[in-house]
T-cell receptor, first 115, second 112 residues
Framework: NAGVMQNPRHLVRRRGQEARLRCSPM?????VYWYRQLPEEGLKFMVY????????ESGMPKERFSAEFPKEGPSILRIQQVVRGDSAAYFC?????????????FGPGTRLTVT | AQSVTQPDIHITVSEGASLELRCNYS??????LFWYVQSPGQGLQLLLK??????LVQGIKGFEAEFKRSQSSFNLRKPSVHWSDAAEYFC??????????FGTGTSLTVIP
């Protein structure tokens, strides 16, 4: 059973470009979470999705950031018009269920560098 | 607000020595608590978790943690540290909803 997969592992973008980060959850998991980790900080929740639904996006910046989890295919975190402050590691996690006592399984992360 | 505090930013221990990493949480209801470990450039790996029941929880790699409601703590321990334990350790709590709240992490250095 493959774990959570994220690609690319490393992404370099110039200011103003778009960044697309992909996450494939573990098999059988229908809940996906995105987190951002700034240098020397803990992980900060961004968004929680189920298939075709955004359940909780309270941690998402209001502008330039969006996320989706289509019926088919991976979850996508999209950052438009990237700025240097977007440079961070972005982690995806999945779980079989959302509420309740279920741990989240994390992917290896995508390290975004904005030049 | 719900939060998790890890008071120690960096800890250095000698190989073979015991280890305790501190974690405190706020918010009164019985929390779902976790410890994760992150090696450089890697994702997070679950070490152990506490939901209810026995307050001393055993995890992988010889780690254990004890939930103490009176102190709002969930400290991670290991009796004898190995060089391969050098990593970043994160304490986290899960809300009754969907969010995980992470501490800022404790970086562990192991010296020979």
């Amino acid at each position: 059973n493959a774990g959570v997969m994220q690609n690319p592992r490393h992404l370099v973008r110039r200011r103003g470009q778009e960044a697309r980060l992909r996450c494939s959850p573990m098999k059988g998991h229908s809940h996906v979470y995105w987190y951002r980790q700034l240098p020397e900080e803990g992980l900060k929740f961004m968004v929680y999705l189920q298939k075709e639904n955004i359940i909780d996006e309270s941690g998402m910046p209001k502008e330039r950031f969006s996320a989706e989890f289509p019926k088919e295919g991976p979850s996508i975190l999209r950052i438009q018009q990237v700025v240097r402050g977007d440079s961070a590691a972005y982690f995806c996690a999945s779980s079989p269920l959302g509420t309740g006592a279920y741990e989240q399984y994390f992917g290896p992360g995508t390290r975004l560098t904005v030049t | 607000a719900q939060s998790v505090t890890q008071p120690d930013i960096h800890i250095t221990v000698s190989e073979g020595a015991s280890l305790e990493l501190r974690c405190n949480y706020s918010y009164g209801a019985t929390p779902y608590l976790f410890w994760y470990v992150q090696s450089p450039g890697q994702g997070l790996q679950l070490l152990l978790k506490y939901f209810s029941g026995d307050t001393l929880v055993q995890g992988i790699k010889g780690f254990e943690a004890e939930f103490k409601r009176s102190q709002s703590s969930f400290n991670l321990r290991k009796p004898s540290v190995h060089w391969s334990d050098a990593a970043e350790y994160f304490c986290a709590r899960k809300s009754t909803g969907n969010q995980f709240y992470f501490g800022t992490g404790t970086s562990l250095t192991v010296i020979p």
